[in-house]
């Protein structure tokens, strides 16, 4: 059955529309209503007062972690209209007062970087301070300034996107160049080894996926970045646009927010495929199968370390100038700008030695490096800083200590060996023409040691001697 009311409690009810303009925490009118992404409003202060115990929507109990609300000016605006059909006194921002001394907001602490009243001055002594007017502007242009910074963030990433973006281009034109020479390979060998060919270009394919994921990857949290970053900079300009007052009160949040320290992962030292492992000394590696047809290399270049000058063939046994500087990635391992080349293959442990043909050439530097030194900046050579060589320049030949060693030669060498012994410390240097010693370096190493080349911006290519093949049973 209908409930009858009397007229005076009808009167005593609130309208309908006063119901809709109330806010559900305090049960008054909003004040500065703000709007959530489920669709609900709420007064500025109770929702803040509200997330300062739960970080949720008060009437669904959304989870709002990361959300910024927005301003209603819709239900503001339709608020204060209300209050004026009512004939009651409109409240706006300009009514908010200090809450210690119930004062209009006069000055703005620098320090503090909020407004106060005048009576606040006692509480702020030492403290800059300066009238409202100009406290706008100020704080405009700090977090103009701050957007300009992520601006200039957004541009770096969206310039490591197109790196990246470039860096698989080139991943992949490793992969259809090491698929060209492998194939080549077996073709010569074709009737043993149908089944080893196809296992070689398998694996080929699997790092090139695997290193494109990699890369996309990092293209990925770059998109998220700059999505991110974006979003950032439109809330806080948006946020700019608030009312004076308001924009002064929520400065420290904006300003917090504006600030942005995560950075992508650049430096990652096996983006590129690994070639080496794929192509070098491929027929030695079926030597059981096809030894008339072997040529072993006792060490590889590497040709992810090589500079951007030197030209390398494809077996990567040979190095020299190139034509002009080639479009090769940045990536960590390689040398920039010094002319050099590493051995695939670090020691750590054993005996090696290595033939080097340098025929002619008028300026080169030979030996072994420890791995950490450096690849993006020129450095001298010498032991003291990790390098153990010799080399050949302006007619004389030196052992690149600190300060130099010359070295006396019966007759220019074009063929030099290298011996390294890891247990007893020692580098050596011989004239394999004449078999005579040219220099021996004895010191710590202290970390993985690479072979070294440096065949200067010179035409006469320097070359890796195959070993000869011994075969005994065991």
């Known amino acids: 059955m209908a409930e009858c009311l009397s007229d005076d409690e009808m009167a005593d009810r609130p309208s309908l529309i006063e119901d809709d303009l109330t806010c559900p925490v305090c049960k008054s009118l909003f004040q500065n209503p703000v709007l959530l992404s489920c669709g609900h409003s709420f007064c500025s202060a109770c929702l803040e007062s509200s997330w300062a115990v739960k970080k949720q929507c008060p009437i669904c109990r959304k989870n709002c972690d990361g959300e910024q609300p927005i301003p209603n000016r819709s239900l503001k605006s339709t608020c204060e209209s209300y209050q004026k059909e009512k004939g009651w006194r409109v409240t706006s921002a300009s009514d908010v007062i200090c809450g210690i001394h119930k004062s209009d907001f006069q000055l703005f602490c620098v320090r503090d970087e909020a407004p106060i009243c005048v009576e606040c001055v006692t509480l702020h002594g030492g403290h800059d301070l300066m009238p409202m007017s100009e406290a706008l502007p100020f704080c405009k242009a700090e977090l103009n300034l701050k957007i ?13 996107k197109k790196r990246f973006g470039d860096t698989m281009s080139f991943i992949q034109a490793q992969s259809e160049q090491a698929e060209m020479q492998i194939r080549s390979e077996f073709d010569r060998l074709r009737a043993l080894l149908n089944t080893e060919e196809e296992s070689r270009v398998l694996a080929v394919k699997k790092e090139e996926e695997q290193k494109k994921v990699k890369i ?8 998220t970045e700059i999505k991110a970053l974006s979003e950032l900079i439109q809330s806080v300009k948006r946020e700019m646009g608030a009312e004076d007052l308001n924009f002064l009160l929520n400065f420290q949040n904006m300003k917090q927010r504006a600030q942005w ?21 491929l027929g030695f590696k079926i030597w059981a199968k096809m030894q008339s047809y072997i040529t072993c290399l006792p060490v590889l270049m590497d040709p992810n370390t090589a500079s951007p000058w030197l030209s390398m063939t494809p077996d990567f046994s040979s190095v020299h100038k190139s034509s002009g500087r080639q479009s090769l990635p940045d990536n960590a391992e390689r040398f920039d700008p010094c002319v050099f080349v590493l051995g695939s293959e670090g020691f750590t442990a054993g005996r090696h030695r290595w033939d080097v043909h340098v025929g002619d050439n008028p300026k080169w530097i030979l030996g072994v490096c420890k791995e950490s030194v450096s690849r993006k900046r020129k450095f001298t050579v010498t032991t003291d800083g990790g390098v153990w060589t010799i080399g050949l320049s302006k007619g004389e030949y030196h052992a690149l200590t600190s300060p130099r060693t010359s070295l006396k030669v019966e007759r220019r060498p074009e063929t030099v060996r290298v011996k390294l012994n890891m247990e007893k410390g020692e580098v050596s240097f011989w004239d394999l023409g004449n078999n005579k010693h040219l220099c021996t370096y004895t010191d710590k190493f202290p970390e993985k040691l690479f072979p070294l080349f440096g065949p200067g911006l010179h035409d006469t290519p320097m070359a890796v001697l195959p070993s000869n093949i011994t075969i005994r049973k065991l």
């Open 216 to 223: 996309k990857e990092k293209i990925s949290c770059l998109n």
């Open 261 to 281: 320290t995560s950075e992508p992962n650049t430096k990652d030292p096996d983006e590129l495929i690994n070639m080496s492992k794929h192509l070098g000394s």
């Open 148 to 160: 300009s910074i992520l601006d200039e963030k957004v541009e770096y990433f969206r310039k490591l």
